[in-house]
């Protein structure tokens, strides 16, 4: 899926460059794109395509992302409030090291956060545990409700240990100067239930 907006005032006749779009397309019964105005831009890059890719989304995948689209504003209010809810925890917990979220006064982005973002900075954020590195790890294998998994900003809550999987092919320099510590883990809160997730996580961290 995608959006084109068209301005729809570009004289395309007048301007002289765009053959294209002022003689007739024989494959659409001569039509001149150029004569459609305001709609000259779209229609042909839809029409063109179509015709030689076969490149038009379903109606059903467009019921879907209009689903998405229609629901979102809820979603990532929830992913906010989760995640600002789960950081306030783990900020007290004495096994937690470091956060970095630029939602928190101690972030060097925090003046930027507030300026560019004030309804919330998003649901991703990085910690290190005072265990180091296997102690991240461990806390990743206790964890029941959080899915080990690379993406970001899904539905449902995710958790990863970025240099030993999507970073693992860096050497240590490249690591130190990507910010990918040894302790580093990534978390990506999503929609879920905040009490069972700050439930899962100190459940998991108990155990380490």
Known sequence: ???????????????????????????????????????AFVTKIRTGALR?????????????????LETLSLRVE??????????????????????????????????????????????????????????GKKLIENLELFTLLANVGDAKSLIIHPASTTHAQLSEEELKESGITPDLIRVSVGIENVDDLIADLDQALARI
């Open 78 to 135: 929830r992913h906010v409030s989760n995640a600002e809810k789960i950081i306030d925890y783990l900020s007290k917990h004495p096994k937690v090291a470091w956060i970095k979220y630029p939602g928190l006064e101690s972030s060097k982005y925090h003046d930027l956060a507030v300026r560019d973002f004030p309804k919330g900075v998003g649901s991703i954020f990085t910690l290190g545990l005072k265990g180091g590195e296997e102690a």
């Open 52 to 68: 030689d890719t076969g490149a038009a989304i379903s109606p059903f995948n467009s019921f879907l992302l209009l689903q998405g």
């Open 1 to 39: 899926g995608g959006v084109v907006v068209e301005k729809g005032d570009f004289d395309y006749a007048k301007s002289g460059r765009y053959p294209e779009f002022t003689t007739p397309n024989p494959q659409y019964n001569g039509l001149v794109y150029a004569d459609l105005k305001g709609a």
